[in-house]
């Protein structure tokens, strides 16, 4: 659900964000975002409060749609 109408907008934390995902193969979490040297610094760093590729993710946008 999109809460920006609202005047929320959640925190940029990768955790939440449509573009962070986990490789089975590596077992760990990687932005799949084509990041450039500034940004991936701040990515390792986690220092992601203000990431431009940040979209958060819902899980259920789909079944909204349907309601």
């Given at each position: 659900?999109?809460?920006?109408?609202?005047?929320?907008?959640?925190?940029?934390?990768?955790?939440?964000?449509?573009?962070?995902?986990?490789?089975?193969?590596?077992?760990?979490?990687?932005?799949?975002?084509n990041l450039d040297?500034?940004e991936m610094e701040?990515?390792?760093?986690?220092?992601?409060?203000?990431?431009?590729?940040?979209?958060?993710?819902?899980?259920?946008?789909?079944?909204?749609?349907?309601?």
């Amino acid at each position: 659900m999109d809460f920006s109408k609202y005047g929320y907008i959640p925190k940029a934390s990768c955790d939440s964000c449509e573009f962070y995902e986990y490789d089975e193969y590596t077992d760990s979490y990687f932005c799949k975002m084509n990041l450039d040297e500034d940004e991936m610094e701040k990515f390792i760093g986690n220092n992601t409060g203000g990431c431009h590729y940040y979209r958060y993710y819902d899980e259920y946008k789909s079944v909204h749609k349907q309601i």
